[in-house]
């Protein structure tokens, strides 16, 4: 399994950034896909997921407006528009194609920075 993430920046805060991952090693249409993040100093957190069809999804409140998450299974790939970024989102984003209490691969993470 692997799964590279990228799109992550250096943003001010009110800045959009699209974060990028690829999966390989599994059947990518059959699995929910999630993005998670991991702040300094905190857990890693759970922010979006899209199911494996018809493509419904959840977010955490906390991003509810400002994150879309998407794929495109025939690129093996799942987005996520984040819009209006502020410091405190400031992170390493994960994706994954299994639950955090499940998830035995990792990608390296995108590092999204936001600050002025």
């Known amino acids: 399994v692997m799964l590279v993430e990228s799109g992550g920046g250096l943003v001010q805060p009110g800045d959009s950034l699209r974060l990028s991952c690829v999966g390989s090693?599994?059947?990518?249409?059959?699995?929910?896909l999630y993005w998670y993040r991991q702040a300094p100093g905190k857990e890693r957190e759970w922010v979006a997921i899209?199911?494996?069809?018809?493509?419904?999804?959840k977010y955490i409140d906390s991003v509810k407006g400002r994150f879309t998450i998407w794929r495109d299974n025939a690129l093996n790939t799942v987005y996520l528009q984040m819009n209006n970024l502020n410091p405190e989102e400031t992170a390493m984003y994960y994706c994954?194609?299994?639950?955090?209490?499940?998830?035995?691969?990792w990608g390296q993470g995108t590092q999204v920075t936001v600050s002025s």
């Open positions: 899209i199911f494996k069809y018809p493509g419904i999804t």
């Open positions: 090693g599994f059947t990518f249409s059959d699995y929910g």
């Open positions: 994954n194609y299994r639950p955090l209490s499940e998830a035995t691969y």
